[in-house]
């Protein structure tokens, strides 16, 4: 049975979005194909199309946002899911607060550091690529980690 990777932040239409599609595509070129990941936000509105500046970052790397729709996070998506990444510790409280039975990690704290990764929600295009960036670099360092947390041990 393919695992789940949950990605959360705020409102599911910027980081989490952006971090999904990219992880999503570092695993197929790693031949990764039992893995699913999805996406959602602690304070997402349901049906919201990811941000015209994330939907444009990802296409500049050659990725699709375009059918995204912002989900918000539940109890049962979180507990349907085997690895929770959350962009902030503030999401990791929030994602704990609603399931005991699911790993959670910051992303950051994933990767072996503790960054926290800041919202670009209304700071321009600059801000979107830099995000882009900073989420693709530690989910580099995550994937690294992945098969270690698979096989029982920390991550």
Known sequence: MPKKVLVVCTGNTCRSSMAAVILDALLRSRGIADVTVDSAGV???PGQP???????VMEE???DLKEHRAK????DLASRSDLILTMTSAHKRAVQALTKDVSVFTLG???GGNE???DPFGQGIDAYRSSAAK????LVKALDRLDNFWKGGEG
Do not use: K, P, V
């Open 43 to 45: 304070g997402a509105f």
């Open 50 to 56: 990811a941000s015209e500046e994330a939907q444009r």
């Open 61 to 63: 790397l050659g990725l």
């Open 72 to 75: 918000r996070l539940t109890e």
């Open 109 to 111: 704290e994933f990767a």
């Open 116 to 118: 926290e990764l800041a």
């Open 135 to 138: 989420i693709h670099e530690l």
